[in-house]
């Protein structure tokens, strides 16, 4: 360990006036109810749950991880949620992740009871350890081009999996570089000859004693990535592997082992929801994950002081708080309004889909007819729609959307801390590089645009034909687009929030139109208008989003449930969220006539600034309200406490593990350092 | 080391084509010259001297590092010049990187003749190793913040260097946490109780040959970063240390030991030249910067194929290249367009220091009369100008411009490449991670708008007055705006590049002239401007970057060096580059009625889809251009010779130092592993 500071080092303090002395100033300059909005939006029993679990945690290091936490989950008999939000506050990926959850997962709900009883069950004890394994070195988002065959071999009942080429490798499979001694892996069907398309199979692949590859498997780590090095993903390969015929998961497609024949999937809808859950939750997460970054930058920048403003009269001394400067305002205070935007929007996607399975367990599912008037926002879906294909563009959408704008915001609240924001101690790289496999995973946010395009192309064309009448859906915005679009539109953007959510309604309907004039009368390609595709998709989910923050706050129960300061300042964050995309996208306000130039610019410059002023006192206090414990956090910048510059010092000079090394330093002698990591080479 | 890889495993090969077929192909239906592309943007004698490095290097592991590459420069005694090639093709921070650049050149420039012979000439041979101390814990862009202090005491004709508290730590000082013994520190000077501002001062802080600190010298490395972990950064503090006067740097301010009085800088022009020089430097390789994953992500998107397009008859097999697809040329090709005109801008740049240096060292500095109407571009500037403010002005909205735009295009190539850019092997996360402290130091990039501005409205505010009349100046273009406004501007955007180059300097001066009006006339603060500035700034730059380019491919030298073919093909990079920006700032081309409406949406649309369509087949040959070496890159996907996936499989498969562990994997047994590192546990 580092030898212990000097007395005189230890006398310092940071020049005043100090960051715990400005943080309680922040709050006390605000009278939100910092309390009441956190209950409001994760309910009291949801904080005490947490509580009671950082408890159990915090008296551990930081990196209670893996083998740690499953056993304190056995010792204190966790819940489900309670290990999933013990998983959150450690934050990090761990081996045991793809385990405990899609391994787990797809058991449940692709096995048969005779599976659940012979996988599933050693699974939850952690008798035995999986991953699921679907991606190839050489195919990715596109699931049917996979490589990976599983023959059936009628003479003894077994599938044989092999690997024909080297892009058939599975690759990027978590939990497979190390932990997993199982996988579900997904493979081409292959019957007489015939393929089938992909299918999951539950396959040993590691010895249970020595943890060995099992024979003519080979398995091993795929070595460093720019995130998640505290996850072990691996690749796999087959060279003609048999398995028993139970080893195919069989609760929706199977092989009949008496007559070789495949049996067809009775639902194939149930595999489309999980899929649209998963989305949902990254949707949910990402109001979280870009929060995590605005609270540490919004406390960082009221601790930090630099410069003075150039109005400043001479004599003044000091430096300002930088959170003062409106350009640092106009980078963080739009994220801040976007977390709550994506809260609130994935609050209603996870209700929305959690209705919608319980009307599907009702066999109500598919086509739910008239009853679908009931199901809560994003849309109220028309009788006449499919309330599955609409929840699964909702989801793609707003995933595309919700992720990149929580991996984008989390650069820039890093960036906005300066130098300091590049340190280990910022707390936001490594929660960032974590977080950007999203980007990319679940549906890649580009691929998914197309597929919401499609849907709401078909949509339009529907409405077109004359054949939908319901006000409140998308179709609804189409059909009002479709009557009013030569009439024109001059919402009153500035001043009326509801015109703000009909202006976004507006350009979505403006943008699907042209994109059906290009593909329908000018029969352009495909492929010449996925840009346009994508931007029509964009746009679609920052109405959603835009639509879901309005309506959350219209509802009764938020406003019994929040005081007027509140709501009001939560408004003022909706419209600053609304105004960031209605600016930042302007053109295309413009071009549909949704906006004038003139109320743009508006919009740009003096509402947005005075929301910036109005919003700015109680910046300290919103960030609060997500209520991050500092050891969840870690991150000296943001601290509740505002004792920035003693944490860093703190794990620079007594944590840091490289400072117990001498190095020589000239270039005749040995090895200065390696990447990463340094040589000991005393002299 | 890891096992070596069973027959079965050897014996296969990626599914057809293979990517090696795929880049020949590529290549073979493009006619550009590559080889003289390359000698016409970096000449015969840089590509030969590089050729000649790498053949010295290549032998060696990558690593061939620090002390390595001391060792070899003295073995070939190569120049500064070849030194630093060598060090570009490593692509690395070093332990010394700022003992090779900073600390000699400071010592250089600002050491009187004795002070060279007593410091500069034993750090030349690495006798003492060096670091550049300035940026503290509480203060970064705000160099008169600076809190430690160098104390005259005019008894013993010494300076006390002191830390008055704990945010007066040097911090982030490269090469001090670990290689360093000396440092220029920049402290502020007091003589007499009284503050004369930072100065430099030499001081030894550990001990040559024992390399531990010396006595009230504390010293150590700050800990992880986010990237430049092949560097070590320190903290310093003194605790009233004495040196001795020669150790105050005194070649432009000195104190007379005699008398104790300050003497003032002779010249303080030339030290905002260094500045200048540096920006204009990180201009110039940004555009190599962004050029190097730019050539990974259009390798691999040639070889990677994914998908069929939509429209693409039944029974078709195989699936498409993704470069084929508009969604990702889009990404992609903007990009390649951008690090061409940051390539050409930079050069200018260069050029332009390059010639003020010169006229400034015949004594024709600061205000060089009507000799400045021979500098070369990016502004002839007129005669009244200052031409060091007008160079400043443009290296800061240019280094602003270049680096962001170099960081995010980094990002964006490292998402095109899909799962895979997400590996260490992709050769993008650790050179982005990397070079993204560029967007802070040398002045942050929001910092430096406000420059920019400064001296925008400056020059806005002489027009008004009658006094400029140079029309080739950035004066001109705001004389040229003030005499049209009312007229209005008519651009030809689409059809006539001297009009697309126009309407960028429209877009200009009418942000200019708004940002004047709201200061002037309606006397809003400074600091409620910020936002304006920096899209004055960016517009500035952008307009540059355009203009610069356009210029380049007008330059009798261009013609006369490349083909008809080549010039073309630039033209057409030329043009993506400015309708991506135009359209991405339509708003403010609208607004300032340089461009219609109708204008944008075509130059967004069919525009922009045919440019990318014509560059398309030659996308490869245009990268290989750029002549990286494979052994730089370092980079499975970005291959010369496409063969991706066996390099992938490679890496992770032979060269993966985790792979020669088993672990544990149950919870009850020991640790699985940690953090990035994986602990043996072999049962």
């Known amino acids: 360990m580092p030898s212990p500071n000097p007395d005189w080092v230890k006398a310092l303090k940071p020049s005043g006036p100090q960051g715990s002395e400005l943080l309680q100033q922040e709050r006390s300059r605000s009278a939100l109810n910092v309390d009441q909005l956190a209950t409001f939006m994760f309910t009291s029993e949801v904080l005490k749950r947490n509580a009671k679990i950082l408890e159990i945690l915090q008296p551990h290091d930081k990196p209670a991880r893996a083998k740690a936490l499953r056993q304190l989950s056995v010792k204190h008999g966790w819940s489900q949620e309670e290990y999933n939000a013990a998983n959150e506050l450690i934050s990090e990926p761990t081996p045991y992740g793809l385990h405990a959850s899609m391994f787990l997962k797809t058991l449940e709900e692709q096995g048969t009871p005779e599976q659940h009883k012979l996988f599933l069950e050693p699974a939850r004890r952690y008798d035995i350890i999986g991953c699921y394994a679907q991606t190839e070195l050489g195919h990715g988002s596109n699931v049917r081009g996979l490589e990976t065959t599983a023959t059936w071999n009628a003479a003894d009942k077994t599938f044989t999996l092999h690997s024909p080429h080297l892009t058939a490798l599975k690759w990027w499979i978590g939990s497979l570089g190390l932990a997993a001694n199982h996988a579900v892996v997904v493979a081409q069907l292959i019957l007489n000859g015939k393929s089938y398309g992909p299918h999951p199979f539950v396959v040993q692949i590691r010895d249970l004693r020595t943890h060995e590859p099992l024979p003519n498997i080979h398995v091993d780590d795929i070595g460093p990535k720019f995130g998640y090095n505290t996850m072990d993903n691996g690749f796999l390969l087959f060279n003609n592997v048999q398995i028993p015929h139970i080893n195919m998961l069989s609760r929706f497609s199977a092989v009949d082992p008496a007559t070789g024949k495949y049996v067809r999937p009775a639902n194939p809808a149930l595999i489309y929801g999980t899929l649209t859950y998963i989305r949902s939750m990254i949707v949910l997460q990402s109001g979280s994950t870009l929060a995590r970054g605005v609270t540490i930058a919004t406390r960082y920048c009221a601790v930090r002081r630099q410069f003075q403003d150039r109005d400043t009269p001479e004599g003044m001394v000091g430096e300002n708080q930088v959170l003062d400067y409106t350009m640092v305002q106009y980078r963080i205070l739009p994220l801040l309004a976007a977390s709550y935007a994506l809260h609130f929007t994935g609050r209603i996607m996870v209700n929305l889909y959690n209705a919608n399975q319980e009307r599907m367990s009702q066999g109500q599912n598919v086509r739910p007819g008239a009853d679908a008037k009931r199901s809560p926002g994003p849309e109220q879906l028309n009788s006449t729609s499919d309330l599955l294909a609409d929840l699964h563009a909702v989801s793609c959408s707003l995933k595309a959307f919700a992720s990149t704008t929580a991996a984008k915001g989390l650069e820039v609240c890093r960036r906005a801390c300066g130098g300091h924001g590049y340190s280990a101690s910022s707390g936001i790289g490594s929660w960032y590089a974590d977080y950007l496999p999203t980007v990319t995973w679940e549906g890649d946010n580009y691929m998914l645009t197309q597929q919401v395009t499609r849907y709401l192309l078909k949509t339009a064309r529907t409405v077109l034909s004359g054949k939908i009448t319901d006000a409140n859906s998308i179709a609804g915005v189409f059909q009002n687009f479709d009557r009013r679009q030569?009439?024109?539109?001059?919402?009153?953007?500035?001043?009326?929030?509801?015109?703000?959510?009909?202006?976004?309604?507006?350009?979505?309907?403006?943008?699907?139109?042209?994109?059906?004039?290009?593909?329908?009368?000018?029969?352009?390609?495909?492929?010449?208008?996925?840009?346009?595709?994508?931007?029509?998709?964009?746009?679609?989910?920052?109405?959603?989003?835009?639509?879901?923050?309005?309506?959350?706050?219209?509802?009764?129960?938020?406003?019994?449930?929040?005081?007027?300061?509140?709501?009001?300042?939560?408004?003022?964050?909706?419209?600053?969220?609304?105004?960031?995309?209605?600016?930042?996208?302007?053109?295309?306000?413009?071009?549909?006539?949704?906006?004038?130039?003139?109320?743009?610019?508006?919009?740009?410059?003096?509402?947005?600034?005075?929301?910036?002023?109005?919003?700015?006192?109680?910046?300290?206090?919103?960030?609060?309200?997500?209520?991050?414990?500092?050891?969840?956090?870690?991150?000296a910048l943001g601290r509740y406490d505002g004792k920035v510059y003693e944490d860093m010092f703190h794990r620079a000079s007594l944590v840091n593990p490289l400072n117990d090394e001498i190095i020589d330093p000239y270039p005749n002698s040995p090895v200065l350092f390696r990447a990463g990591k340094k040589t000991k080479a005393k002299l």
Request: zero cysteines; hydrophobic letters at 45%.
């Open 486 to 635: 030569d009439i024109g539109a001059a919402f009153d953007v500035l001043d009326n929030d509801q015109d703000l959510v009909d202006a976004f309604a507006w350009r979505v309907a403006f943008l699907t139109f042209e994109a059906l004039k290009h593909r329908d009368e000018e029969k352009q390609s495909w492929n010449n208008l996925l840009v346009d595709f994508w931007r029509v998709s964009t746009a679609y989910a920052q109405y959603l989003a835009v639509k879901n923050f309005y309506d959350a706050l219209q509802d009764k129960n938020t406003t019994a449930s929040l005081d007027s300061t509140t709501v009001e300042l939560l408004h003022k964050l909706f419209q600053l969220f609304a105004f960031y995309h209605l600016t930042s996208n302007a053109s295309e306000f413009f071009a549909s006539a949704a906006t004038t130039v003139r109320q743009i610019q508006l919009a740009r410059t003096k509402r947005t600034l005075s929301l910036l002023q109005d919003i700015r006192p109680h910046a300290v206090r919103l960030v609060d309200a997500w209520k991050f414990p500092d050891w969840q956090l870690d991150s």
